[in-house]
């Protein structure tokens, strides 16, 4: 991972300051790198890594940046990767333009891959796009949540799933695996992506800033009906009318928040 972070760090740079402090910022905060280690990780089911595996797990990790970046303008939030968020930071301009900055370096990176490699980030790209998209439109409305939950699943392959998928897929080609070891490697990521939300999404309710260096409580305070939601939703118990009535939208007063916080906590379906 030393040879992925310097090329990150020779990558994300630039002539005027300002955009080289901003496009650095949330790289400079760290991160788990879970994307590019899955990236080395699956280079070594073949030949192990080069320069070809690190340029596409520095790609991977850059796109995903790119997506922290707008996804926190777009959910206002304050905190990311426990620093202060680029949209609190520098304004909601310019964490958007950093984000498409970051993208457009993701992509010439990947661009020195081959026309194989662009299609698939191009093809992730449009994924985790149409993703974020359907999830921003969850009305929070569910008729039922038992459907609800195969939607939510498949809106979690792509926002999330795609790209883990990529990041195995990529370590896979350039490793030098047979097509049906990239296939097998790449459909076991996307998986693994689904869970990786899913465990987002509860920490959202369970952790607190510290833990998962995120606000908690965001997918309830913009009404998104994630699985917690869902599952305590399945509930015919009287007992769950008040927090069916809180999260039936956007929770915008505190105190409400504070309370469907703990009423969702507490609830059975935080021990499924
Ligand atoms: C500009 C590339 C680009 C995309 C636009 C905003 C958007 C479309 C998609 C958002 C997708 C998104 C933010 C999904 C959430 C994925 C997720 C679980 C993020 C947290 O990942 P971690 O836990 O974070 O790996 P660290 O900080 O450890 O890297």
Known sequence: ??????????????????????????????GKRFRPLLTLLASEVGSGW??????????VELTHLASLYHDDVMDEADLRRGVESANSRYGNSTAILIGDL?????????????????????????????????DDRQTGVVADPHEAVAAYLSILAD??????????????????????????LTAYAE?????FQLADDVLDVASDADD??????ADLREGKAT?????????????????????????????ELAEALTLLRAHPAMQQ
């Not at 998986?191 to 869970?195: A, R």
């Open 159 to 184: 926002k999330t799933g795609s790209l883990i998928a990529t990041a195995a897929r990529y370590g896979a080609m350039f490793g030098g695996c047979d097509p049906e070891t990239v296939g097998t």
């Open 191 to 195: 998986q693994l992506g689904i869970v």
């Open 1 to 30: 991972m030393t040879a992925v972070a310097a090329r990150m760090d020779e990558v994300v740079d630039h002539h005027d300051p300002f955009i080289a402090e901003a496009s650095g910022h949330l790289a400079r905060a760290g």
């Open 50 to 59: 080069d320069e070809k595996v690190v340029d596409a797990a520095v790609g």
């Open 227 to 255: 699985l917690p939601v869902l599952y305590a939703r399945t509930s015919s118990d009287p007992a769950d009318e008040r927090l069916l009535t809180l999260t039936r939208g956007p929770i915008e007063d505190p105190d």
């Open 212 to 217: 998962s260096g995120k606000t908690p409580g």
């Open 102 to 134: 970051l993208f457009g370096t993701a992509s010439s990176v990947v661009a020195g891959l081959g026309a194989e490699a662009v299609r698939i980030q191009a093809d992730t790209f449009v994924r985790l796009c149409a993703g974020q998209i359907r």
